[in-house]
């Protein structure tokens, strides 16, 4: 919590301290729980929590929410060139890198000034692009962090404001009253939320203080995929959201778009589509020596090599990929599998895939992604729900064929039967099939991979992404 939401929290009745002081326990809790007993246990307390806090934090209606937060707020005078991105953190996502990507190049551009808000602070993995981002001259700002006197002043003594921050669900309200400040002090011309945390909660707090224009950024299919991620609240404040005209959408990928708008119950073409940007500058062909030590920690034998770089989460489903393994080893018995990656679901795929034994290698989270995906045969993507994957983008563009669940983006990543397969999602036979087609045949696999460098290029240009993105803050 910053320093916005602390002082209006010392203006708020005994009774609403005591509740946002207990949803902040049960979910510290939760959070100690995910490390101790895992995601199961976490999802579990977490409930509890909202639970027994409903007394206090009962879920509005659409109806509700819109008497609670009337649109009447003036745009505020801005200048015309500064864009607040506002993102979760600046960990090694494929968001996180989109927005990297588009600072810098931008920047470099001269099309906008920018600062970058984060509402986790950026140390660790958290800190991941920083030094990128760092590096074009963005100032990085974490949310409430510093504070403002005219905004401080406002955000104690202005009583439409206070009657907005009482209306919010108590899981979003810190974060809304710390962006609200920032937003106050910065005094953007636009506010760009990258994901469904920050779309919510800074898409609130710049409608609160009239920021004149909004950009909400969609990175895959609507929350309501996600269970582990999804709140009830998100459905009635984005609804909110997009009925106001200073907010404008994009997605990364048409499934994505049309995903939303069912979701929002909106006409699809109200979301603009901005592919990913890949530089290719970034994947220039990695050492020949480092890409043999990963074949030799991961194939040691020469055999061929199938990779998977991911979340180890339960939208990414690695149990479909370690049994894509089993089911591929059955006919291929010289076939080696490499998995990059960490996350909750670690102990599950190893247990799963043990009977491979050492055809099967756990490589954790690498630095070094290029070249682990350079020393793959095919790299192989199973997920349930994906935005654009920024691994198969990656993968084609060093030129190694890919096999992909038909899901999401993936539609738009994939050239399907020009530089990979894509298979349905509810299809394993499919994805081992194809898997072992690609491997049984030479000629394909080298056509498939050829082909990969040229697609991206021309589907997947840094100059078109930022140009696109630019042109939603005109107007």
């Given at each position: 919590m910053g320093c916005y939401a602390t002082a209006f929290d010392q203006i708020l009745p005994l009774h609403r301290r005591v509740a946002a002081f207990g949803l902040r326990v049960a979910h510290g809790v939760a959070r100690r729980a995910g490390i101790v007993g895992g995601p199961k246990v976490e999802r579990a307390i977490r409930a509890v929590g909202n639970r027994v806090l409903a007394a206090r934090t009962v879920h509005q209606r659409d109806e509700e929410v819109s008497a609670a937060w009337p649109h009447s707020e003036a745009p505020m005078s801005a200048p015309a060139d500064l864009v607040v991105s506002v993102v979760g953190s600046l960990g090694p996502g494929g968001a996180e890198r989109q927005l990297a990507m588009y600072l810098a190049s931008s920047s470099r551009r001269g099309l906008a000034r920018h600062e970058l808000v984060t509402l986790q602070q950026c140390a660790g993995a958290s800190a991941h692009y920083l030094p990128q981002v760092a590096a074009c001259g963005v100032p990085v700002v974490h949310r409430g962090e510093h504070a403002d006197r005219?905004?401080?002043?406002?955000?104690?003594?202005?009583?439409?404001?206070?009657?907005?921050?009482?209306?919010?669900?108590?899981?979003?309200?810190?974060?809304?009253?710390?962006?609200?400040?920032?937003?106050?002090?910065?005094?953007?011309?636009?506010?760009?939320?990258?994901?469904?945390?920050?779309?919510v909660?800074?898409?609130?707090?710049?409608?609160?203080?009239?920021?004149?224009?909004?950009?909400?950024?969609?990175?895959?299919?609507?929350?309501?995929?996600?269970?582990?991620?999804?709140?009830?609240?998100?459905?009635?404040?984005?609804?909110?959201?997009?009925?106001?005209?200073?907010?404008?959408?994009?997605?990364?990928?048409?499934?994505?778009?049309?995903?939303?708008?069912?979701?929002?119950?909106?006409?699809?073409?109200?979301?603009?589509?901005?592919?990913?940007?890949?530089?290719?500058?970034?994947?220039?062909?990695?050492?020949?020596?480092?890409?043999?030590r990963v074949r030799a920690e991961a194939a040691p034998d020469g055999a061929?090599?199938?990779?998977?770089?991911?979340?180890?989460?339960?939208?990414?489903?690695?149990?479909?990929?370690?049994?894509?393994a089993l089911g591929v080893g059955a006919v291929h018995p010289r076939v080696s599998f490499a998995l990059a990656g960490d996350g909750p679901m670690r102990d599950e795929v190893r247990a799963l895939a043990s009977p491979l034994g050492a055809r099967f290698t756990m490589l954790g989270a690498r630095s070094d992604a290029a070249?682990?995906?350079?020393?793959?045969?095919?790299?192989?993507?199973?997920?349930?729900?994906?935005?654009?994957?920024?691994?198969?983008?990656?993968?084609?563009?060093?030129?190694?064929?890919?096999?992909?669940?038909?899901?999401?983006?993936?539609?738009?990543?994939?050239?399907?039967?020009?530089?990979?397969?894509?298979?349905?999602?509810?299809?394993?036979?499919?994805?081992?099939?194809?898997?072992?087609?690609?491997?049984?045949?030479?000629?394909?696999?080298?056509?498939?991979?050829?082909?990969?460098?040229?697609?991206?290029?021309?589907?997947?240009?840094?100059?078109?992404?930022?140009?696109?993105?630019?042109?939603?803050?005109?107007?």
């Open positions: 005219a905004a401080l002043e406002r955000i104690c003594s202005d009583t439409v404001l206070h009657e907005r921050f009482r209306a919010l669900p108590l899981p979003i309200r810190h974060d809304v009253v710390d962006l609200a400040g920032e937003f106050m002090r910065a005094r953007p011309r636009t506010v760009h939320a990258w994901m469904d945390h920050a779309n909660t800074a898409g609130l707090a710049a409608l609160a203080v009239g920021v004149p224009r909004i950009v909400l950024s969609f990175r895959s299919l609507n929350p309501s995929n996600f269970p582990a991620l999804y709140r009830n609240w998100m459905l009635p404040w984005y609804r909110l959201l997009v009925a106001d005209p200073r907010v404008r959408m994009v997605a990364n990928s048409h499934a994505g778009a049309a995903s939303y708008a069912e979701w929002l119950d909106i006409d699809p073409a109200r979301i603009a589509v901005v592919l990913n940007g890949v530089d290719p500058t970034e994947y220039a062909r990695p050492d020949p020596a480092a890409v043999a061929p090599l199938v990779v998977g770089m991911m979340r180890l989460t339960e939208e990414k489903r690695p149990l479909v990929f370690a049994g894509t070249t682990v995906l350079a020393a793959a045969d095919l790299v192989l993507l199973t997920s349930r729900a994906e935005g654009t994957p920024n691994v198969l983008l990656e993968a084609q563009l060093l030129g190694v064929p890919v096999v992909a669940t038909r899901v999401g983006g993936v539609g738009d990543a994939v050239d399907d039967g020009g530089t990979g397969i894509l298979c349905a999602a509810d299809d394993p036979a499919g994805l081992r099939d194809a898997v072992l087609r690609l491997l049984g045949d030479d000629a394909l696999r080298a056509r498939l991979g050829a082909a990969g460098p040229a697609w991206i290029a021309r589907r997947f240009s840094v100059e078109a992404m930022v140009d696109a993105t630019d042109a939603l803050y005109g107007g």
